[in-house]
T-cell receptor, first 115, second 115 residues
Framework: AQSVAQPEDQVNVAEGNPLTVKCTYS??????LFWYVQYPNRGLQFLLK??????LVKGSYGFEAEFNKSQTSFHLKKPSALVSDSALYFC?????????????FGIGTKLQVIP | DVKVTQSSRYLVKRTGEKVFLECVQD?????MFWYRQDPGLGLRLIYF???????EKGDIPEGYSVSREKKERFSLILESASTNQTSMYLC??????????????FGPGTRLTVL
């Protein structure tokens, strides 16, 4: 079975500071990893994904994430936080093993950027 | 841009009623999904479909059924609504077949309240 853990319910960061939202995963094979963001009163939007290749993945709105196979982590990062980044962030994983596989989402981390 | 629309943003129903939630996508995606989102529980997959007339159970299918008669439309049915089905319901779609790693596109959600 596959699973995702987002160990922090909420992350607070001052505007202009770097931010990190943590994610660890568990799959039996190789992972496909995703980050999504949900702004207040809106649906989820895709931010970035890791499929294979370079461990550092760049996505929308200046976000990036680093895949670390040995630590089974895929932390979301941004060098300088904006107040508009305040939202709910979801990490997701699916096993890359062949055949149709569902995606499993984490419980979400609320990011609060303080002016 | 991919657009996923859901029939209602807010819905209030009575216990025991049969409830239909409709989802339509306009990008010819093969795969469609229904999730429910609850605080502290994240997104949980109810059902998904990878082709017309095909459906697969997700993690929490009990009390729900689905219908996919046309490629662009995926309906979620609550056979006899109960108060514990009060939740935010999110529909999503994605392209690709089988081992696809493509991201999901989400609708705005339907907030269902069962009284």
């Amino acid at each position: 079975a596959q699973s995702v853990a987002q160990p922090e319910d909420q992350v607070n960061v001052a505007e202009g500071n770097p931010l990190t939202v943590k994610c660890t995963y568990s799959v039996s094979g190789n992972p496909y990893l995703f980050w999504y963001v949900q702004y207040p009163n809106r649906g989820l939007q895709f931010l970035l994904k890791y499929i294979t290749g370079d461990n550092l993945v760049k996505g929308s709105y200046g976000f990036e994430a680093e895949f670390n196979k040995s630590q089974t982590s895929f932390h979301l990062k941004k060098p300088s936080a904006l107040v508009s980044d305040s939202a709910l962030y979801f990490c997701a994983v699916r096993d890359a093993t062949g055949g149709y596989q569902k995606v499993t989402f984490g419980i979400g981390t609320k990011l609060q950027v303080i002016p | 841009d991919v657009k996923v629309t859901q029939s209602s943003r807010y819905l209030v129903k009575r216990t025991g009623e049969k409830v239909f939630l409709e989802c339509v996508q306009d990008m010819d995606h093969e795969n469609m999904f229904w999730y429910r989102q609850d605080p502290g529980l994240g997104l949980r997959l109810i059902y998904f479909s990878y082709d017309v007339k095909m459906k697969e159970k997700g993690d929490i299918p009990e009390g729900y059924s689905v219908s996919r008669e046309k490629k662009e439309r995926f309906s979620l049915i609550l056979e006899s609504a109960s108060t514990n089905q009060t939740s935010m319901y999110l529909c999503a779609s994605s392209s690709g077949v089988g081992g696809s790693y493509n991201e999901q596109f989400f609708g705005p959600g339907t907030r269902l309240t069962v009284l």
